[in-house]
């Protein structure tokens, strides 16, 4: 242990700007020895505080420029108690040097989340699947955008995590980058894997996510009643566009599959099930899990409608992309004058709800032809309706008027 240690703020008045703000220095002492350098943020010289070593006032400015200070302060006397625990000789230069991530003996965050990206990567199509990967590489283009922004670095050792540093990256994905809630937290969920790899490794031996829970919001989700499902039917389009688009989503009303199942089937998908009628058994694009459904006459008029369409890549059914599917959509709704946010995947949602629960379906049913692993995810689709409940609790009423 170091006889001496200590961290200060001080302005550098020599070189102000010509607003009158001045630079901001760190300077770091151990054992009489000493190392300055830049904070790299301004503030008017007579905005300092030069007995408490921090910004005066009591503005948003103010206090924000002052926690900022404290990070700093917490992630030197952290380098610091690190490098003494494990009693190698260090100067004030190698704390310098692993907090501005040019120690070359120390594993860098970003360093290690590429690496996990590019195995994601060269593994789509085995173990993964793309959506997968975009999400692992947006989660991390989010992660270096935080550290430039709140640490003015290009990287930090992966040590330097820690509770407050997760804290601050939800607080700037929901204010910087305007993500809503859960999608905040699932691109923190994805940045906790690469924690994980470090924990495994030895790279880090404290877990800092140890004192954060993942807690995700319920939503409540839109689904098509049965009126506006009986309103698209019969809607008749004269663009075959429109036309098409309406069955390929109707198709997915009738089945519960994602656009990407529905873009991948082949005539192969389509098999005699074990009742003798025709199913459709396909493997989920997300989770790689099996999915068999028993087509409804609504899906298996699709299916015929489209079966002499001229088609290169041999596809059930002529499905247009994602995003002119959504577009199309939207014009749909405003000609049935359906008043909802009109997506594909609504569609998986109305098969949960009004095509399957509301009609007796048990929800263990409904979760294994959507393909779920556990049944709480098909609860987020499966709504118990109200109608559903009414009907439920009519029956029970006249059981128990019978027993009297």
């Not at 499902?229 to 663009?239: A, G, P, R, S, V």
């Amino acid at each position: 242990m170091y006889d001496t240690y200590s961290v200060i703020f001080f302005p550098k008045s020599s070189n102000g700007d010509k607003l009158g703000k001045v630079p901001i220095y760190l300077r770091i002492t151990a054992n009489g020895k000493r190392c300055e350098l830049s904070i790299k943020r301004k503030i008017p010289l007579k905005s300092w505080n030069s007995n408490t070593a921090s910004m005066r006032g009591t503005t948003v400015e103010a206090g924000n420029f002052n926690r900022y200070l404290n990070s700093i302060r917490s992630r030197i006397d952290r380098i610091y108690e690190d490098l003494t625990k494990e009693k190698n000789d260090f100067t004030v230069k190698t704390i310098r040097d692993i907090y501005t991530g040019k120690s070359i003996d120390k594993k860098m965050l970003l360093e290690i989340f590429q690496t996990h990206n590019d195995q994601v990567e060269s593994l789509i199509g085995k173990d993964f699947a793309y959506g997968t990967f975009e999400r692992y590489r947006t989660a991390k283009k989010h992660v270096e955008e935080y550290i430039a922004k709140e640490y003015k670095l290009n990287d930090i050792p992966v040590k330097d995590v820690d509770h407050s540093f997760i804290t601050g990256l939800e607080y700037y994905l929901k204010t910087e980058r305007k993500c809503g809630h859960n999608t905040a937290v699932k691109y923190i969920t994805n940045f906790k894997k690469i924690i994980r790899i470090a924990l495994a490794n030895n790279w880090i031996t404290l877990d800092p996510f140890l004192h954060w829970k993942a807690k995700l919001k319920i939503v409540d989700r839109e689904f098509l009643t049965e009126g506006e499902i009986q309103k698209l039917i019969e809607k008749e389009f004269h663009t075959e566009r429109l036309d098409l688009v309406k069955n390929i989503f109707l198709f997915s009303c009738f089945t519960g599959l994602a656009y990407a199942d529905v873009k991948k089937l082949s005539p192969n998908n389509v098999v005699i099930g074990i009742d003798g009628n025709k199913w459709i058994k396909v493997n989920r694009t997300k989770t790689d899990s099996r999915t068999n459904i028993p087509l409804l006459p609504t899906a298996l008029e699709i299916i015929k409608k489209y079966s002499d369409f001229p088609s290169a890549s041999a596809k059930l059914l002529p499905i247009l992309t994602n995003q002119k599917m959504n577009a199309y959509l939207k014009e749909i709704a405003d000609l049935c004058e359906i008043e909802k946010n009109l997506t594909f995947h609504l569609a998986r949602h109305t098969f949960a709800t009004t095509v399957t629960l509301l009609n007796g379906v048990p929800i263990e049913s409904v979760s294994k032809m959507l393909g779920h692993k556990n049944l709480k995810t098909t609860q987020h689709y499966a709504k118990i309706l109200d109608q559903k409940v009414s009907e439920d609790m009519l029956a029970l009423r006249s059981r128990l008027m019978l027993r009297k």
